[in-house]
């Protein structure tokens, strides 16, 4: 069968010049069948042979296997959306209430969980004297994106970002699927994700299943961001100078060109931080009479916008968990000792019990050990640990 290589999507001598017909496409299935059959007889009866190379080889004959089918489903869709939607008048096909005409078929290739495959679709030009559009029913018929990505591929990557860098995340889908999207194109994609994310929290259904007390959490976190000088130097023009002669010399010369900013003062990171207020929400279940357990269903929300529009958002949430302000459901609210969180705290969700964060306390009152006691000394140290037991078993005021 047609083999698109992985290196290159551009120029295969294997490829198909013209559309296939389906009974060649399902002849094609078959032998991709026959072939990992054949795959796991041959190693069945090999002297040597190790199951790790066993096992890439035939999870290389399954995604081949893959590949066959996604083909052929392509193809029979295509017949299936040009057989049901033309109507021929003199050339002319009929589709949703304008006049269009076929234009031949081109090849496509299209990165799938199973690798990059080859198909062919009708594009459907108009006939008109200007303003002419045109569209490939097939894709339209599927949802395909011009991304020429799968959307589960698409989906598969941005929830790998969310986890860890775009390159990581690039990297990490390149263990399990034969072509991954670049880093360029998972950071398009999770920026194209993000526009939807506030209405999809909106609309998003309640969680099945949540205990009976709620615990909301909310946090200022920095983002570091790049300083106007910062963006002048990477977008400068770039000098040529001769190539290092090793990996070593070239980062040691990048080291004497950029030298690094003393700090300003000790603790001082300079990282020029875009302020973003977090939320983290979750119920916990009532067992016995002092027992909590969970959490369950957290949610997640974080945004760049004022403080107000995270309550907001964790206001709506609590509601449609059913925690409305008067249902007489147990709330708690936790903050790091913001002065602004604490009022908006008690603003929005009022007569609920709010709490400082224990770690935030802890930072604190170990800050203000280290004034009068040093730091680093052991006598800061045992002070700290009498404090942070005080605190644990609720004596506060000592």
Not at 149 to 174: C, D, H, I, P
Not at 329 to 344: M, P, Q, Y
């Amino acid at each position: 069968m047609p083999k698109i290589s992985s290196p290159s999507l551009v120029r295969n001598p294997k490829s198909d010049l013209f559309p296939p017909s389906v009974e060649t496409l399902r002849q094609r299935v078959q032998e991709a069948v026959s072939s990992a059959l054949a795959l796991v007889e041959q190693q069945g009866t090999t002297g040597e042979l190790s199951y790790r190379d066993a096992e890439r080889g035939l999870r290389d004959a399954v995604f081949a296997i893959g590949r066959a089918l996604i083909v052929l489903l392509l193809g029979l869709r295509e017949q299936h959306v040009m057989d049901a939607h033309r109507s021929v008048h003199a050339g002319r096909w009929e589709w949703l209430g304008r006049t269009y005409r076929a234009a031949p078929a081109i090849a496509r290739n299209f990165t799938t969980t199973f690798g990059v495959v080859r198909y062919f679709r009708t594009y459907m030009r108009e006939v008109a004297d200007k303003d002419r559009h045109g569209f490939h029913p097939l894709d339209a018929s599927l949802g395909l994106t011009r991304d020429r990505l799968s959307w589960n591929v698409l989906m598969m990557a941005a929830r790998l970002a969310t986890k860890m860098s775009f390159a990581e995340a690039a990297t990490t889908l390149g263990t399990f699927m034969p072509n991954a999207p670049s880093t360029e194109v998972i950071e398009q994609t999770v920026l194209g994700l993000s526009e939807h994310v506030a209405d999809f929290m909106e609309q998003a259904p309640a969680p099945e299943g949540d205990g009976e007390v709620l615990v909301i959490q909310f946090d200022g976190k920095g983002v570091p961001t790049a300083t106007a000088r910062e963006l002048a130097r990477r977008r400068r023009k770039r000098k040529k100078g001769a190539p290092a002669a090793s990996r070593r010399h070239r980062g040691r010369d990048k080291r004497r060109r950029y030298p690094r900013r003393p700090r300003r003062k000790k603790g001082d990171k300079t990282k020029n931080a875009k302020s973003a207020t977090m939320v983290v929400m979750y119920t916990l279940r009532r067992v016995g009479t002092r027992r909590l357990e969970g959490p369950l269903n957290v949610r997640f929300y974080a945004s760049f916008a004022n403080k107000r529009h995270a309550f907001t958002v964790a206001r709506r949430m609590a509601r449609k968990r059913g925690f409305a302000t008067g249902s007489g459901k147990f709330v708690h609210v936790l903050t790091d000792g913001d002065n602004d969180l604490a009022s908006l705290s008690a603003e929005f969700f009022p007569g609920v019990e709010h709490t400082v964060d224990f770690y935030h306390v802890a930072e604190y009152v170990y800050e203000a050990g280290q004034a009068f006691l040093g730091e680093g000394t052991k006598a800061l140290a045992d002070w700290f640990d009498l404090q942070r037991e005080r605190l644990l078993h609720d004596q506060a005021q000592e």
